[in-house]
C-alpha cells in the first residue's frame, strides 16, 4: 500500500487533465520544480511511476488516465 497526501495528489491529477486537453498527452510529463510545493509534485510523479509504472517515464495521458482510474479508490483518513 502507498501512501499519498491527498492535496499535492489532487493538483497533479488536475495539472495531467489540463494538459491532455490543451493537447500535450502525447509529450513526457515534465515538471518545472522551481518552486516548493512543484517539488512535492516532482516526488509524487516519480514514487507513482516507480511504483506502478516500473521506473518508466509516462506521458501526460498515461498519468491522466491512471490518477482517473485509481482516484476514486482513495481512501483519505484524517488524523
Do not use: C, S
Not at 19 to 40: F, L, N, P, T
Request: hydrophobic share 40%; aromatic share 16%; no cysteine.
Amino acid at each position: 500500500m502507498t501512501a499519498f497526501n491527498p492535496i499535492p495528489l489532487l493538483k497533479l491529477y488536475n495539472m495531467a487533465k489540463k494538459a491532455k486537453y490543451d493537447g500535450y498527452g502525447h509529450k513526457i510529463v515534465y515538471i518545472d520544480a522551481r518552486k516548493k510545493y512543484k517539488q512535492e509534485l516532482v516526488q509524487y510523479y516519480k514514487d507513482i511511476r516507480t511504483v506502478f509504472n516500473k521506473g518508466q517515464q509516462m506521458t501526460w495521458l498515461q498519468l491522466y488516465d491512471f490518477l482517473d482510474r485509481n482516484l476514486k479508490d482513495v481512501v483519505i483518513v484524517l488524523e
